[in-house]
């Protein structure tokens, strides 16, 4: 079975700009959490969407939005970006909504300038 | 707040020796204790959990030990290789809600 994807792998954006990343859960899987990782912070929970919706949400600004497709796949978006935004975005899927086994993708490293 | 506080920060160990990572935690509801390893350019991957009814689980070389009372729980490498060098991250959860990870400890196993 393929693994999760996310992509891009790496962007650079300029801050104001606004930058959407991508993610494609396991086949079978249908919810998916993000996570912004950043050094000394660990990981910090954004959202998680399960069939379309969001299950739970982490305590971000509300520039981070997301949103799920039918077929699992999920986007997230941060509008009017700033300096702090820089981070790996990890995006992690499991077979049902609160699944203990969370399978991660390998990131979008976002460097905001 | 921290939910999930993990120490140390970085970690060496010589060849052979044990690595012992700490976590704690202050949600007694969390019911659910996982690890994760995490090698530079990739995500982090599951590599043992365990539950609060027990209070230790072992898979291969690795070690969870879990203090209900204490609210604590810790990761034993035995046995450290040089490819067990990467980033360990603690993480806890309950009744299937979002996951509270640690800040996690840079592990660096030499030869």
């Known amino acids: 079975k393929a693994g999760v994807t996310q992509t891009p792998r790496y962007l650079i954006k300029t801050r104001g700009q606004q930058v959407t990343l991508s993610c494609s859960p396991i086949?079978?899987?249908?919810?998916v959490s993000w996570y912004q990782q950043t050094p000394g912070q660990g990981l910090q929970f954004l959202f998680e969407?399960?069939?379309?919706?969001?299950?739970n949400k982490g305590n971000f600004p509300g520039r981070f939005s997301g949103r799920q497709f039918s077929n699992s796949r999920s986007e997230m978006n941060v509008s009017t970006l700033e300096l702090g935004d820089s981070a790996l975005y990890l995006c992690?899927?499991?077979?049902?909504?609160?699944?203990?086994?969370?399978?991660f993708g390998p990131g979008t490293r976002l460097t905001v300038l | 707040q921290q939910q999930v506080k993990q120490s140390p920060q970085s970690l060496i160990v010589q060849k052979g020796g044990i690595s012992i990572i700490n976590c704690a935690y202050e949600?007694?509801?969390?019911?659910?204790f996982p690890w994760y390893q995490q090698f530079p350019g990739k995500g982090p991957a599951l590599l043992i959990a365990?539950?609060?009814?027990?209070s230790e689980k072992k898979e291969g070389r690795f070690t969870i030990s879990f203090n209900k009372s204490a609210k604590q729980f810790s990761l034993h490498i035995m046995d450290s290789q040089p490819g067990d060098s990467a980033t360990y991250f603690c993480?806890?959860?309950?009744?299937?809600?979002?996951?509270?990870f640690g800040t996690g400890t840079s592990l660096t196993v030499i030869p």
């Open positions: 949600n007694t509801a969390f019911d659910y």
């Open positions: 969407y399960f069939s379309e919706t969001q299950r």
């Open positions: 992690a899927s499991t077979l049902l909504a609160g699944g203990d086994t969370q399978y």
């Open positions: 993480a806890a959860s309950m009744l299937g809600n979002q996951f509270y």
């Open positions: 365990i539950r609060p009814d027990v």
């Open positions: 086949s079978g899987h249908r919810s």
